[in-house]
């Protein structure tokens, strides 16, 4: 049994990827679209302004299926996992050998492609300014730029975390965009 279209905790799932991802200024109008073209909503929400989420974000959950209906929290829960590692990394880094500039440029290349694998589009961002001030040498903007890493790190796992949480309410994807046939 397919859900209506507008099935208020799919709504309510849709609203809170795109407001808290930064991405709610046309929800309406593509809302409104969607029910003139038949076309889910899901498939118009693409076009998105950049939030904390990038399209390679979207390009995930298009490649999650039946076979792997969990595909995009899985791949979500080893980011946070290797990232947090990684995290702890250029904590370390900083603190024992805060002149190696290379090694902590190395660690946040590291830490900003583990980012990019999900679309972690602000983490990323931060990366390249932390990256930045190794270039010149600067301890003091690696060291707040670090605690600007880690302060988008937590509100992302935890913006992620109550996303899934909500998808895991609305069931099974097939079920919860209609199939206009």
């Known amino acids: 049994m397919h859900l209506p279209l507008y099935h208020p905790i799919l709504h309510l799932v849709l609203v809170w990827k795109h ?9 309406c109008e593509m809302w409104r679209k969607a029910a003139d073209s038949r076309v889910p909503l899901v498939r118009q929400m693409k076009d998105m302004p950049e939030g904390y989420l990038d399209e390679q974000f979207n390009q995930l959950e ?21 990232s947090s590692r990684l995290l702890t990394n250029i904590e370390q880094a900083l603190e024992k050998h805060p002149q190696d500039f290379y090694r902590l440029d190395s660690l946040a290349h590291q830490f900003k492609g583990s980012g990019s694998s999900i679309g972690a589009l602000r983490m ?7 990256k930045a001030h190794c270039s010149n040498r600067n301890l003091e903007g690696c060291r707040r730029s670090l605690q600007k890493m880690k302060r988008e790190h937590a509100t992302l796992k935890q913006k992620l975390e109550t996303y899934f949480q909500l998808l895991r309410q609305v069931g099974p994807r097939e079920r919860a965009v209609n199939s206009w046939k």
Request: net charge negative.
């Open 124 to 130: 990323k961002n931060e990366c390249s300014m932390f």
């Open 62 to 82: 298009e490649l999650q299926d039946d076979s792997s209906p969990n595909f995009v929290e899985e791949v979500v829960a080893l980011f946070f996992k290797d």
């Open 19 to 27: 407001v808290f991802f930064g991405q709610c200024f046309r929800i």
